[in-house]
């Protein structure tokens, strides 16, 4: 038996009935699995071998590449010192020393950190924050959350409910949170196909958050949560000014602007957060994914001095101030990771380099205008997407051809609806830019 019949074998002896995959067509999958065993730099490798660049980070999180030394040296350091300690009224020095690097690159004070697992919760811990903070303020009527169509903002029952994917809500709707209302998405082809960059139109569409305000009376409304570039809908960026409006508006009306910055954070638009890049600076700031490159599970809220001050202020010393967090909370060897991630990021400078390669992925991926199927592209830093027109009575098929297709010939993409969405590794080289595009060229002209 050669390496390769080895390798074949081993998926088809894998017993496949008892994983429940997520977001996943499991019988789809399961009947043609595509199967990644290791992974190293901008490639995985299957388990028949066969090597894929990476063309979205994984999931959008693996800024830095994989298989880095650093973060498997610390985690192997920190796993074999200690592999658990508490966070409730317990520490460990690697929890603070991770809030102090995160705390380094996040919008000036914004710096007050509160660790969790996952992007979900990391929105979860922000919305409850978010009412925390004007309950500590005497505004306890504060309770109306406002988040946006389109918007992903995690699975949780407080995500699907400030989320506007209407597959995501459906099966859960009668049991969403209650007092939740949404401002509408700035997506609009009609007006922005084809934006390079930032669409000039659509500033406007902010003040839908006046209409709510009017309708809802701000004095019953505790936060905004958006994200300032929408991911998992298929990469809509925010018209020019208008995340400066929704910031006026809400600091007009006293409401928190919280970013969801789970996709954006850490170098996706070529600086460490959207917020920086924008210049926009929100009251709470919802991060994942690449916080430690995506090796151990882990995410973080941060938050600014004014909304930490008012809660931690508010009681006596000894009582706890947030009923709020998670056993793996700044768990030691998540920790470890944040902190070497962190310096990857830093010593190689893979912001800055993102921030250089942006005009070259733009180029690109606006080259493929004009190709089978493409209806719109769009772009901003190192994630873009290029969306395809849907087959009649069958939305989706059509991507998911040209991501198997691409997957086939070596390359992941993503695909949401009949968007394909690219977001590399931070790390990509301007030929691998070439040649994943090159790969999805000839997808579209293989498809039907
Ligand atoms: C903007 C945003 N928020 C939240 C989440 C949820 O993160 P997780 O899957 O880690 O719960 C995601 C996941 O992609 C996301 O893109």
């Not at 995506?294 to 010393?317: E, F, K, L, T, Y």
């Not at 944040?338 to 990857?344: M, S």
Request: proline content about 4%.
């Amino acid at each position: 038996m050669n390496a390769v019949t080895e390798k074949v074998s081993l998926s088809n002896a894998l017993d496949m009935s008892n994983y429940w995959m997520p977001f996943t067509a499991n019988k789809q999958f399961k009947a043609a699995p595509r199967l990644l065993k290791s992974a190293k730099g901008m490639y995985y490798t299957t388990v028949d071998g066969r090597s894929v660049m990476d063309g979205c980070a994984g999931l959008w999180c693996v800024n830095a590449g994989h298989g880095r030394e650093e973060i498997i040296e610390a985690v192997y350091k920190q796993m074999t010192e200690m592999d658990y300690a508490p966070s409730f009224q317990m520490g460990h020095p690697l929890a603070f020393e991770a809030a102090t690097k995160v705390a380094e690159v996040m919008p000036a004070g914004m710096d007050r950190i509160f660790f969790a697992n996952s992007g979900s919760e990391a929105v979860d811990t922000a919305l409850k924050i978010a009412l925390a903070y004007h309950r500590s303020r005497g505004e306890a009527q504060r309770t109306r959350l406002i988040g946006r169509e389109r918007g992903y903002s995690g699975v949780g029952f407080g995500g699907i409910s400030v989320g506007g994917i209407s597959t995501n809500r459906k099966a859960f709707s009668a049991n969403m949170i209650p007092g939740v209302d949404h401002i509408s998405h700035t997506h609009s082809l009609e007006h922005a196909a084809y934006s390079q960059g930032q669409p000039a139109w659509g500033a406007h569409l902010a003040d839908d958050l006046e209409r709510l305000v009017a309708l809802h009376d701000a004095s019953t409304i505790a936060a905004v949560i958006v994200e300032p570039v929408a991911g998992s809908t298929g990469v809509l960026i925010p018209p020019q000014g208008y995340l400066q409006r929704l910031r006026d508006i809400c600091t007009k009306y006293g409401i928190l602007l919280i970013f969801d910055e789970v996709i954006t954070g850490f170098g996706r638009l070529g600086k460490a957060t959207a917020s920086e890049y924008f210049g926009v600076t929100p009251d709470l700031i919802t991060m994942a994914k690449a916080i430690n490159n995506a090796s151990i599970p882990m995410s973080a809220v941060a938050a600014s001095r004014q909304v930490h001050d008012s809660i931690v202020n508010a009681g006596p010393d000894n009582a706890i101030e947030l009923f709020h967090g998670y056993t793996y909370s700044a768990h030691p060897t998540a920790a470890a990771a944040c902190i070497a991630a962190q310096d990857i990021y830093r010593k190689e400078g893979l912001f800055e380099r993102a921030n250089q390669l942006a005009p070259k992925f733009q180029a690109a991926i606006h080259a493929l205008r004009g190709e089978p199927h493409v209806k719109d592209i769009r772009n901003l830093g190192l994630m873009g997407a290029v969306e395809l027109e849907s087959r009649p009575g069958a939305p989706g098929t059509r991507a998911y051809d040209a991501f198997l297709h691409c997957f086939n010939q070596g390359v992941m993409v993503r695909y949401t609806g009949d968007t394909l969405a690219f977001s590399p590794p931070l790390i990509v080289s301007e030929a691998q830019i070439d040649e994943m595009f090159a790969t999805v060229k000839k997808a579209l002209h293989a498809i039907a």
